[in-house]
């Protein structure tokens, strides 16, 4: 019996690959379930390690999925098990070795077959013949090292029944490492995009509702916390999609989280009603926008109804819990940064909780990379195959999209900042979120600051300093710093300092009869943070949890200016007999509140209480 390997080199550690699963899968159908081993790292584990990893393994076929994230590295990782084991058989497989495989052969030399496409029946049939002694056998959908070179043998047709590949986790091929997993109900994708792989990967093939069903039971009742479905359009047939739906609102008792990717201008109003039926976290859908320019689309066959797809997403953001991301390209044909920005923001304005923002990569095998010939688009010539420059867009300009990305990711994304960042959008650039990213990006470039480590201290101090350098009236100004203060507080797990003073309460007493109650704490601002009336210094009180919990939730007490005054009197433990004096630098022009009632009404209320009760 010979030791077979399947491994890959995941993005990150929490994810697993789940092409290996159904690799796996499939041959234990039909040979010893011993045989295969699936082995996996990801990008942060070094070389070195892997390697090492690897030839205590002692594999004798060795198989890896690669795409375009890994493939240089599992080339270098291959080339040096390939000397260490000579007699190792090296197998690749995926998207990033398919469409070019000759050639990717004929320059790595430790790699000994490449399987094209669709894998399980090749896979299968591949290590069937090598067990079997027939190295040269010629296999449907192999490139393989003959001994007069590198040969492509014939396509393999794709699998027609998707239910003839088990399920792995049900097999117990794949076991989840993590609390989420990938799923396939269906391959292929309706649409046609040029840039995308699934276009030329064949048409929509689904697994049985019987068997999706099955799936989806026995996730029920696994410890899973969120499945992502991996077909590219889930409602590209939405009798189906109405169906799969139905059957989680049904049985999905423990809200396990479900990921689709969909097209939203043909959600039809039935598949919109029954999410709006989901509870809040259950849903995640994922909708391509890339752009709105209806020449770029058409450039790479991609097309929907612009005035839909807003009505869609606006009808999903009213009536639905689930949470939206949408995604912009940068870099297509006819997009210029002018044609990006207005995609930007005609995204930002549907107000979805997620923005990815990435450059156009030019994938092997796409109809994208052989339109390259016509040189209107110029991208990097190895992995990830970044678009850098076009006809219509400037390498500086590519790079501003870029930077653009990480800031969304960082500080738009994280919904920390939200308020702030509206009010900038619309009192200094007219409404226009890609305005104020660009000017964002200047600053971060400016000041030499890191596009990531956006804790939620480090973002409100760039983003305070961001505010200083704009042409803001100082009311406008203060009060938006006073709300990045504000947000960041908002999402604080344990009260932070004041870092404003506004007026002066004078000596602390050492003894003091009143003590502000656990977790309630009151600051101060240099304007009202969600009061744009407000143009004086205001006081703000906050009820903070008590548990840590790994999402805070923190309230703002609703307090009368008087209660306000009172709290910070007793939390900096200010003598009442001073109260009279402090309270007429606070409102001058307003007359003295009855402090001992106010007092004893907060006692009442349980925020303060008598030191000597306690």
């Not at 067990?131 to 794709?158: C, I, M, Q, W």
């Not at 068997?211 to 077909?231: G, H, N, P, T, Y």
Request: some cysteine; proline content about 4%.
């Amino acid at each position: 019996m010979k030791k077979i390997i399947l491994s890959a080199l995941n993005t990150r550690h929490t994810h697993s690959a789940l092409a290996l699963g159904y690799l796996k899968a499939y041959y234990e159908q039909f040979n010893d379930s011993t045989a295969v081993k699936i082995v996996e790292y990801d990008l942060n584990q070094t070389n070195e390690t892997i390697i090492s990893s690897l030839i205590s393994e002692k594999p004798e076929i060795l198989a890896f999925s690669v795409y375009i994230w890994s493939v240089e590295r599992i080339l270098t990782i291959a080339d040096a098990i390939k000397t260490a084991f000579p007699k190792t058989l090296i197998i690749l497989g995926g998207p990033e070795v398919s469409y070019n495989s000759e050639e990717l052969m004929i320059l790595n030399p430790s790699i000994d077959y490449i399987i094209r496409g669709e894998g399980e029946v090749t896979f299968n049939e591949l290590v069937g013949q090598i067990v079997a002694g027939n190295l040269h056998a010629k296999v449907r959908g192999v490139t393989a090292r003959t001994v007069s070179g590198v040969t492509a043998y014939e396509d393999r047709p794709l699998i027609e029944n998707l239910d003839e590949i088990p399920c792995p986790i049900r097999s117990g091929a794949y076991v989840p490492k993590h609390s989420f997993i990938f799923y396939e109900a269906s391959r292929g994708c309706p649409s046609k995009c040029a840039y995308c792989l699934s276009s030329v990967q064949g048409p929509v093939r689904n697994h049985s509702m019987a068997r999706v069903k099955a799936d989806l039971d026995m996730f029920f009742e696994s410890s899973l916390s969120q499945i992502r479905f991996a077909d590219r359009t889930f409602n590209c047939d939405p009798e189906r999609a109405v169906e799969i739906i139905e059957y989680i609102l049904k049985h999905n008792r423990k809200n396990i989280n479900f990921h689709f990717e969909i097209q939203a201008d043909f959600l039809s109003d039935e598949i919109i009603n029954l999410l709006s039926k989901g509870p809040d976290g259950m849903f995640h859908l994922e909708i391509g926008v890339q752009s709105t320019n209806p020449r770029a689309l058409d450039a790479v066959n991609r097309s929907y109804d612009l005035d839909v797809l807003r009505e869609k997403v606006s009808l999903l953001r009213s009536k639905t819990a689930c949470h939206l991301h949408l995604d912009v390209l940068g870099g297509l044909e006819h997009d210029s940064f002018k044609d990006f920005c207005k995609s930007y923001d005609d995204v930002y304005n549907l107000k979805p909780h997620d923005i990815q923002v990435s450059l156009v990569k030019v994938l092997r095998g796409t109809p994208l990379e052989k339109k390259q010939a016509n040189k209107t688009f110029f991208a990097m010539n190895r992995p990830p195959y970044t678009i850098l420059r076009t006809d219509w867009l400037l390498p500086n300009e590519a790079m501003l999209i870029q930077d653009i990305g990480k800031l969304t990711e960082g500080i738009v994304n994280s919904m920390r900042y939200n308020q702030a960042l509206e009010s900038l959008t619309k009192l200094v650039f007219n409404g226009s979120a890609s305005s104020l990213l660009i000017e964002m990006v200047k600053f971060w470039r400016k000041e030499k600051i890191q596009f990531f480590n956006f804790t939620p201290e480090n973002t409100a101090k760039n983003l305070t300093n961001f505010v200083h350098t704009l042409a803001l009236p100082e009311n406008s100004q203060k009060r938006i710093t006073s709300l990045i203060t504000h947000e960041l507080r908002m999402c604080q797990k344990i009260q932070g300092p004041d870092l404003f003073i506004g007026i002066d309460f004078g000596e602390k007493q050492k003894k003091y009869e009143y003590r502000v109650s656990a977790g309630i704490r009151g600051y101060w601002y240099e304007r009202h943070p969600t009061n744009a009336q407000n143009e004086w210094p205001a006081i703000v009180a906050y009820k903070f949890e008590r548990d840590l919990s790994a999402v805070p939730s923190i309230e703002i007490l609703n307090l009368s200016d008087e209660e306000l005054f009172v709290l910070m009197l007793v939390q900096n433990r200010t003598s009442i007999d001073r109260g009279a004096e402090v309270w007429h630098k606070y409102r001058p022009e307003w007359p003295l509140p009855q402090i001992e009632k106010v007092i004893e009404k907060m006692i009442e209320n349980e925020l303060i209480y008598s030191s000597g009760n306690h």
